[in-house]
């Protein structure tokens, strides 16, 4: 519809509204070149023209101030946004300028580009191209946070820098007004989402809780008398293998010497072949065992099954052995571009009738393969492939023993697609598996 005045054009205006395209409308007005380009002219643009003459200068005027290396305060449906071409350091989202962008500079299953492009436009972590990763603001992990434009204006604007060969913008937080208001309609809360290969997704966001009680209160009707498994795996607490039948009892009790150098002594004297594997190690690898062998006597317990990986990652060398992070292990997972990794040895111990982990012959097993050449991105999927596997297995024993198939995942391990992917994959077909809602994955 054409407005012919003033009057109209700012009543057009004065609510915010939402504007639904057919494919091919949409396609007009992403095509710069098209009459209908647009659609937007909001009042009090800088240079404002009639409704019926829709103007591309404001975003015109954007894309050079960009390309200029300047940054822009942008009003989107999410906020204000400061808009760069290169990243700041409060640079949080990378947006791509459209689907074949995504492909071109980030490893993308379908699942993950049909997710990102639905209506409701969510943000998720992908890892970069090896080739183009300096161009990117990557986290521990060495993800991105990504997501495709998430309103209109966005979308114009990439149209714009699309025919201008840029591929990508970047958005950082802000404090700064904008020189107008677009008016958005209002937008649905921002989703960080974890994303599958089979096309399951879950909500990052971390709950306000504080226990896992209450995170396990929020997924279990209390007055469902039915046996649960619960599995909490988390970089953050401790870890849970839990039976929930009105109270919990313990499944599988995580407890374990955490110490690099504890650990390779008693892998020497506990182990069958321990010592060798250790004189191994040394000679083919004498720095990384100096430093291990070096380091302090003290006892670390940990609760938490994933600290783990900060041992495997010191020892193995992936990192300076002051700043052990177990995220070294997911920045070399996510680079392995296959689908399996090496058999790590997640072993069950069962003594009267109690089972517990051999958590010691998980770094064994590492230091096997690493004596025998395996790749760090190889070995460290490995890692989180077969903790995928250990659990499925420990979920179809007690399946199979205690008739329990109703199972609750929880923890920030499901927000590690690596992870989420793999243990999908594993868990047999024939429990009911509850996933975290709502965005309570952790406390």
């Given at each position: 519809?054409?407005l012919?005045?003033?009057?109209?054009?700012?009543?057009h205006f004065d609510?915010?509204?939402?504007?639904?395209?057919?494919?091919?409308?949409?396609?007009?007005?992403?095509?710069?070149?098209s009459?209908?380009?647009?659609?937007?002219?909001?009042?009090?643009?800088?240079?404002?023209?009639?409704?019926?003459?829709?103007?591309?200068?404001?975003?015109t005027?954007?894309?050079?101030?960009l390309k200029?290396?300047e940054?822009?305060?942008?009003?989107?449906s999410r906020g204000?946004?400061?808009?760069s071409l290169?990243?700041?350091?409060?640079?949080h989202?990378?947006i791509a300028?459209?689907?074949?962008?995504?492909k071109?500079?980030?490893?993308?299953?379908?699942?993950?580009?049909?997710?990102l492009?639905s209506?409701?436009?969510?943000l998720?972590?992908l890892v970069?191209?090896?080739?183009?990763?300096?161009?990117?603001?990557i986290?521990?992990?060495?993800?991105?946070q990504v997501?495709?434009?998430?309103?209109?204006?966005?979308a114009?604007?990439?149209?714009?820098?699309l025919?201008?060969?840029?591929?990508?913008?970047?958005?950082?937080?802000?404090?700064?007004?904008?020189?107008?208001?677009?008016?958005h309609?209002?937008?649905?809360?921002?989703?960080?989402l974890?994303i599958?290969?089979?096309?399951?997704?879950i909500?990052t966001?971390?709950?306000?809780?504080?226990?896992?009680?209450?995170?396990?209160?929020a997924?279990?009707?209390?007055?469902?008398?039915?046996?649960?498994?619960?599995?909490y795996?988390?970089?953050?607490?401790?870890?849970?293998f839990?039976i929930?039948?009105q109270?919990a009892?313990?499944?599988?009790d995580?407890a374990?010497?955490n110490?690099?150098?504890?650990?390779?002594?008693?892998?020497?004297?506990?182990?069958?072949?321990?010592d060798?594997?250790?004189?191994?190690?040394?000679?083919?690898?004498?720095?990384l065992a100096?430093?291990?062998?070096?380091?302090?006597?003290?006892?670390?317990?940990s609760?938490?099954?994933i600290?783990?990986f900060?041992?495997?990652?010191?020892?193995?060398?992936?990192?300076?052995?002051?700043?052990n992070?177990?995220?070294?292990?997911?920045?070399?997972?996510?680079?392995f571009?296959?689908?399996?990794?090496?058999?790590?040895?997640?072993?069950?111990?069962?003594?009267?009738?109690?089972?517990?982990?051999?958590?010691h012959?998980?770094?064994?097993?590492?230091l096997?393969?690493k004596?025998a050449?395996?790749?760090?991105?190889?070995?460290?999927?490995?890692?989180?492939?077969?903790?995928?596997?250990?659990?499925?297995?420990?979920?179809?024993?007690?399946?199979?023993?205690?008739a329990?198939?109703?199972?609750?995942l929880?923890?920030?391990m499901?927000?590690h697609?690596?992870f989420?992917?793999r243990?999908l994959?594993?868990?047999p077909?024939?429990?009911q598996?509850?996933?975290?809602?709502?965005?309570?994955?952790?406390y």
């Open positions: 519809t054409i012919h005045n003033t009057e109209s054009i700012l009543a609510t915010p509204k939402t504007y639904y395209y057919t494919p091919l409308a949409f396609q007009h007005i992403l095509n710069p070149s009459g209908t380009f647009g659609l937007l002219n909001p009042p009090n643009t800088p240079a404002h023209k009639p409704f019926t003459e829709p103007s591309k200068d404001y975003f005027q954007s894309v050079q101030s200029s290396g940054s822009i305060t942008f009003s989107t204000t946004q400061l808009l290169v990243p700041t350091s409060s640079t989202t990378t300028c459209d689907i074949a962008s995504l071109t500079y980030f490893r993308a299953h379908q699942t993950h580009i049909d997710i492009a209506f409701e436009k969510p998720t972590h970069p191209k090896e080739v183009f990763q300096s161009q990117f603001p986290n521990k992990c060495g993800l991105v997501g495709l434009p998430y309103d209109m204006p966005l114009l604007l990439g149209a714009l820098l025919q201008e060969e840029i591929s990508y913008f970047f958005l950082s937080h802000t404090t700064e007004s904008t020189p107008f208001d677009f008016q309609s209002p937008s649905p809360k921002e989703q960080i974890s599958a290969q089979n096309g399951i997704f909500d966001h971390i709950t306000q809780g504080n226990t896992l009680q209450s995170l396990i209160d997924h279990l009707n209390p007055k469902d008398n039915q046996r649960h498994l619960v599995i795996l988390s970089t953050r607490n401790p870890s849970a839990l929930v039948e109270t009892r313990i499944l599988l995580i374990f010497e110490n690099p150098r504890l650990i390779l002594e008693n892998i020497a004297r506990s182990y069958e072949s321990g060798e594997l250790l004189k191994n190690f040394s000679r083919l690898f004498p720095n100096s430093n291990a062998f070096t380091l302090p006597s003290t006892f670390m317990p609760s938490n099954l600290d783990i900060d041992s495997a990652a010191t020892i193995l060398g992936f990192h300076a052995q002051e700043s992070d177990k995220n070294a292990i997911f920045y070399r997972a996510y680079r571009v296959r689908e399996r990794g090496p058999r790590i040895d997640y072993k069950l111990l069962r003594k009267d009738n109690e089972i517990s982990l051999d958590y012959r998980i770094i064994r097993s590492c096997s393969f004596c050449g395996m790749e760090d991105e190889i070995l460290c999927f490995g890692l989180l492939d077969s903790l995928s596997e250990f659990v499925a297995t420990l979920v179809r024993d007690t399946l199979t023993n205690l329990i198939d109703k199972v609750l929880l923890g920030d499901l927000s697609h690596i989420l992917d243990i994959e594993y868990l077909k024939n429990i598996l509850l996933l975290p809602k709502d965005g309570l994955i952790d």
